[in-house]
């Protein structure tokens, strides 16, 4: 078997509310929790969004990641008619997002990347401002959150780092359970531990059927927690795929060597297998040969091409999430374009 080895500023005040508390999968629930058809934004002549379309059914992670400026946070706030797209249309829970009234935004809850809080008050004072006016939340889920972040309540927010900022805006996103949560890079200023236990918040909300739509510069995190991932390069899509199906499209390297096997017989098995670049075989004793190569696409051509040999070590170096979306935005755009799936995935 074939080792792997590894290589405008916006208050969430005026955009959260409660969950409708779902037990059941109702019949008229959308088919996607979030459906986007060809949506363009322009600010005067920059285009921050060019014909963007993908769906993400209910109950699933999506990431979408991006450098600063690539079109993340227009995205989203387009989601919640905090802009208006130029073009194009945006459904959110089944409504399309430009008539989201009060009773959508019940349904979700979002935490934008520019939070801004009110300093003046305690963490907990600032949290029960919001379930005033979103409504109310069920008993000790706020406690139980900020136990599990490690935040004192009581502490004034205006006294609070930037990464105990963040943890009140990752409570307040997640107290009322909501059916969408749409984060704007979450973690930002958390520490790892903590970073770790919003994923496990993320995967949790999932397992309990909620719909997360995460944006982030951190690989780590979406490799973690999503289901599919979306790249967006100055405003396009380059991909969506999942993690298996990113890390297949980034070049790997493989090392292996056979025993009673020629150079040329096995430069003749390995050459044959699609995908195989950059093949030297050595001689490394007399009966002994040994080989290296890169690979682009799936490992299971190569282990039915050596299955017959008498192999020894054999090391696939496997790319993480970051090489795979390096590759890619390595790509010239029209080449990436033609890769993207921009339809999307359920």
Do not use: W
Not at 256 to 268: F, I, L, N
């Amino acid at each position: 078997m074939i080792s792997s080895s590894p290589r405008r500023r916006t208050s969430p005040l005026t955009h959260v509310g409660p969950a409708t508390h779902r037990s059941d999968t109702s019949a008229d629930t959308p088919a996607h929790a979030i459906e986007v058809r060809n949506v363009t934004k322009r600010f005067g002549s920059n285009l921050a969004l060019a014909d963007v379309s993908f769906t993400i059914a209910p109950g699933r992670v999506f990431g979408v990641i991006g450098p600063n400026g690539a079109g993340k946070t227009t995205l989203m706030r387009t989601l919640h008619d905090i802009i208006r797209a130029t073009s194009g249309s945006a459904t959110v829970l089944g409504t399309d997002s430009r008539n989201a009234g009060p009773e959508l935004r019940r349904r979700i809850d979002y935490l934008p990347g520019d939070l801004i809080l009110e300093g003046r008050v305690s963490g907990r004072r600032l949290l029960q401002h919001y379930t005033d006016i979103s409504g109310p939340v069920r008993d000790g889920r706020i406690e139980e959150l900020a136990d599990r972040l490690k935040l004192d309540l009581n502490r004034p927010v205006r006294k609070r780092s930037k990464g105990n900022k963040q943890k009140l805006g990752v409570i307040q996103a997640f107290m009322h359970d909501p059916e969408l949560l749409v984060l704007d890079e979450p973690t930002t200023g958390l520490d790892p531990l903590m970073q770790q236990e919003f994923l496990s918040l993320v995967r949790e909300a999932s397992a309990a059927g909620k719909t997360v739509f995460l944006s982030s510069r951190v690989m780590s995190e979406i490799q973690q927690a999503a289901d599919a991932v979306a790249i967006l390069r100055d405003g396009r899509i380059v991909t969506i795929a999942s993690v298996e199906e990113l890390r297949n499209t980034a070049i790997r390297h493989l090392r292996m060597s056979a025993t009673c096997v020629g150079t040329a017989e096995m430069a003749a098995i390995l050459g044959a297998v699609p995908g195989v670049g950059g093949l030297q075989c050595t001689l490394i004793a007399a009966n002994q040969t040994e080989a290296t190569a890169t690979l682009s696409g799936e490992i299971r051509p190569v282990i039915q091409a050596v299955g017959a040999l008498q192999l020894t070590d054999p090391v696939l170096e496997e790319p993480d999430l970051e090489e795979s979306v390096l590759t890619l935005y390595s790509a010239p755009a029209a080449s990436a374009a033609t890769t993207s799936t921009t339809r999307g995935r359920s």
